[in-house]
């Protein structure tokens, strides 16, 4: 199990765009499956997307052609991209790292979360 820390986030114009980084504390290469969900107030986590140990990213339709998710491996980091931002996209970023088992993603790390404020 690893500890993960995000960073990047902050306060940014509707259009613009922000990279927010999730540091692990070791290894990740091993790590199946990574992703980063948000959480807006008032509103269920949401996932923004996945990323597996090959590469292969997944994303939520609210996100998709706006958002890119990447990992470095020999940096132990997950990216996350976010151009054309919008208001909605206002929220808590969380990572976190796991694995698929029968088609349900198991989380067995979280991140504490790094605040996301879009707005003009």
């Known amino acids: 199990q690893v500890h993960l820390v995000e960073s990047g986030g902050g306060l940014v114009q509707p259009g613009g765009s922000l990279r927010l980084s999730c540091a692990a504390s070791?290894?990740?290469?091993?790590?199946?499956?990574m992703a980063w969900d948000r959480q807006a107030p008032g509103k269920q986590r949401e996932l923004v997307g996945t990323?597996?140990?090959?590469?292969?990213?997944t994303y939520g339709n609210s996100v998709k052609g706006r958002f890119t998710i990447s990992r470095d491996n020999a940096k132990n980091t997950m990216y996350l991209q976010m151009n054309s931002l919008k208001p909605e996209d206002t929220a808590v970023y969380f990572c976190?790292?796991?694995?698929?088992?029968?088609?349900?993603?198991?989380?067995?790390?979280w991140g504490q979360g790094t605040q996301v404020t879009v707005s003009s």
């Open positions: 070791g290894s990740i290469v091993n790590i199946t499956t």
């Open positions: 990323i597996t140990s090959d590469g292969t990213t």
């Open positions: 976190n790292a796991g694995k698929v088992i029968a088609g349900f993603r198991v989380v067995d790390s």
